[in-house]
């Protein structure tokens, strides 16, 4: 990744952050972004500006430059603007982590207008967004590039309780094959990581916990955690955000040369357990 630049949306914190620590151990400067606030619609606490702030300081401590922005993944004027703002600084971009994501809980005919808008907006047409706004560069630019996209296991096998989510997992796959299919002449591939459970702060959150134990008045993430480790065929509870981040810097480089239009399921056997 020597003298390459990378863009990673939802950077603050989790997969977003390992990934962006990752590629900038291998040689990249980073493009850091991510929305710093909460939203109404979410259960659990989104990251803030320290988050970003972290995660530019420990990109820089693994020996990339950083440039780190807030973005709102569902405004293309802001994606937009931070491309910009990247070529200004560094002059090119070549690989994109379009990870930016939300999750909200609920049976699918009881979800509100608000939640279904909030996910849809965020997992799928906020990965729309970051692809529109990178692509043109990265084809005026000749030199190919990588684009992969954070998904998740339920984006090819679903699940209860969060159908608005499951929705937009499999609507990812479905987009990165498409682009995959149209940029590929101009040698840019499109590849998703697919994670299980991963030791995020959404993935220990109450929320989750009261998505799995719904018999108990209060659960914590320990009262789950038989639960989540029977989901998967391996015998653990859950990935680090850095065993996500080494199957994105492998689709990043040239080592996957001739990856496109693929899935990569690093989520422990949950999809075939």
């Not at 706004?133 to 990265?138: E, N």
């Amino acid at each position: 990744m020597e003298g390459r630049v990378a863009l990673v949306t939802g950077a603050a914190r989790g997969i977003g952050r390992a990934s962006a620590v990752r590629l900038a151990r291998e040689g990249a400067d980073v493009v850091l972004l991510d929305l710093c606030r909460d939203l109404a619609a979410s259960p659990y606490r989104l990251a803030v500006d320290e988050d970003l702030s972290e995660t530019a300081r420990l990109v820089e401590a693994a020996g990339g430059r950083a440039l780190a922005r807030r973005a709102d993944v569902r405004e293309q004027g802001e994606l937009d603007a931070a491309v910009a703002d990247a070529l200004q600084t560094f002059g090119r971009l070549d690989v994109v982590v379009p990870n930016a994501g939300v999750a909200s809980f609920g049976r699918a005919w009881e979800l509100t207008e608000e939640q279904w808008r909030t996910v849809i907006d965020v997992v799928l047409t906020g990965v729309w967004h970051t692809l529109k706004a990178v692509v043109p560069t990265l084809i005026e630019a000749g030199r190919g590039g990588s684009i992969v996209i954070v998904g998740s296991a339920v984006g090819t096998r679903p699940a209860q309780n969060h159908a608005h989510y499951v929705a937009a997992k499999h609507g990812v796959v479905g987009l990165a094959r498409a682009f995959a299919l149209e940029v590929a002449e101009h040698s840019i591939r499109v590849n998703v990581v697919a994670p299980g459970s991963v030791r995020t702060e959404l993935a220990g959150s109450d929320a989750i916990a009261k998505l799995m134990r719904p018999d108990l008045e209060a659960p914590r993430i320990s009262d789950a955690s038989e639960i989540m480790r029977a989901n998967h065929a391996l015998p653990v509870q859950w990935a680090e955000p850095d065993d996500v981040a080494a199957a994105v810097a492998w689709l990043a480089g040239e080592q996957s040369r001739y990856v496109t239009g693929a899935v990569l399921p690093v989520d422990a056997g949950w999809v075939i357990n």
